[in-house]
């Protein structure tokens, strides 16, 4: 079982920057690709960003292309979302995810494990 906790979600104002963490535990981290999903009220969870069990391999939304960067710290068992300039459109629920799988997924399905979440607030 791997165990997921977010951090770092908070209010900033438009054109600001916000830093994600996703702390894991339970299984070798090396072994995870991990994701990143957000959900905004009333809509439908969407995918954010990817990366590979060793970092080299990344992949984004379109909507986030060129402002987010994923990236991952195996010795620290932990994911990170960086967030640059933030539009109020990026407010949302942010939350990591996990697969055993290598290869890197678009779908919320195909992800094993999930974390709580964290809010990311986005004032105009």
């Known amino acids: 079982q791997v165990q997921l906790v977010e951090s770092g979600g908070g209010l900033v104002q438009a054109g600001g920057a916000l830093r994600l963490s996703c702390a894991a535990s339970g299984r070798t981290f090396s072994t995870l690709t991990m994701g990143w999903f957000r959900q905004a009220p009333g809509k439908e969870r969407e995918f954010v960003a990817a990366i590979s069990r060793s970092g080299g391999t990344t992949y984004y939304a379109d909507s986030v292309k060129g402002r987010f960067t994923i990236s991952r710290d195996n010795a620290k068992n932990t994911v990170y979302l960086q967030m640059n300039s933030l539009k109020p459109e990026d407010t949302a629920v942010y939350s990591c995810?996990?697969?055993?799988?290598?290869?890197?997924?678009?779908?919320?399905?195909?992800?094993?494990?999930w974390g709580q979440g964290t809010q990311v607030t986005v004032s105009s």
């Open positions: 995810a996990a697969r055993s799988l290598l290869v890197l997924a678009t779908s919320y399905g195909a992800y094993d494990y």
